[in-house]
C-alpha cells in the first residue's frame, strides 16, 4: 500500500509560482512509476508529467507539452517529490492537481495508476 498526500496548492497571480510537493508512506517512490495529473474545472484530465523512478540517477521525467519548460519536478529524497516550483503559471493551469503511482513498468492511462493522493487546488487568476 502507497498513500500519498499532495500539498502546496493555492491562489496565485498569473505570471506567478507555486511549489508542490507529494509525500508518500508506505513505500519509496522511486519503485514505481509516479505521474501528476491535472484535473480543470472542466473536469479534463491532464499527465503534466511522469517519472520512472523519481528520486534515482537512471530517472526520466516526461512533461507535457503545455507545461515543459515551466514545471520541473524531482525527489526530495525516495519519499517525496516536488515541482521545482511552477513556474509563470497562466489561467489554464487553473486545476486541482494529483499525483499518482503505479505499479506497472509502463502505464499507459490513468486506469494503470494504482494510488492516488487526494489532490491539492491550484487556481490562477488573470
Known amino acids: 500500500q502507497v498513500q500519498l498526500v499532495e500539498s502546496g496548492g493555492g491562489l496565485v497571480q498569473a505570471g506567478g509560482s507555486l511549489r508542490l510537493s507529494c509525500a508518500a508512506s508506505?513505500?519509496?517512490?522511486?519503485?514505481?512509476?509516479t505521474g501528476w495529473v491535472r484535473q480543470t474545472p472542466e473536469k479534463e484530465r491532464e499527465f503534466v508529467a511522469v517519472?520512472?523512478?523519481?528520486?534515482?540517477?537512471?530517472?526520466?521525467?516526461v512533461y507535457a507539452d503545455s507545461v515543459k519548460g515551466r514545471f520541473t519536478i524531482s525527489g526530495d529524497n525516495a519519499k517525496k517529490t516536488v515541482f521545482r516550483p511552477m513556474n509563470s503559471l497562466q489561467s489554464e493551469d487553473t486545476a486541482v492537481y494529483y499525483c499518482?503511482?503505479?505499479?506497472?513498468?509502463?502505464?499507459?492511462?490513468?486506469?494503470?495508476?494504482?494510488?492516488w493522493g487526494q489532490g491539492t487546488q491550484v487556481t490562477v487568476s488573470s
Open positions: 499518482a503511482v503505479s505499479t506497472r513498468s509502463s502505464p499507459k492511462s490513468e486506469y494503470e495508476y494504482d494510488y
Open positions: 508506505g513505500r519509496t517512490l522511486s519503485r514505481y512509476v
Open positions: 517519472s520512472t523512478a523519481i528520486g534515482l540517477s537512471g530517472n526520466r521525467t
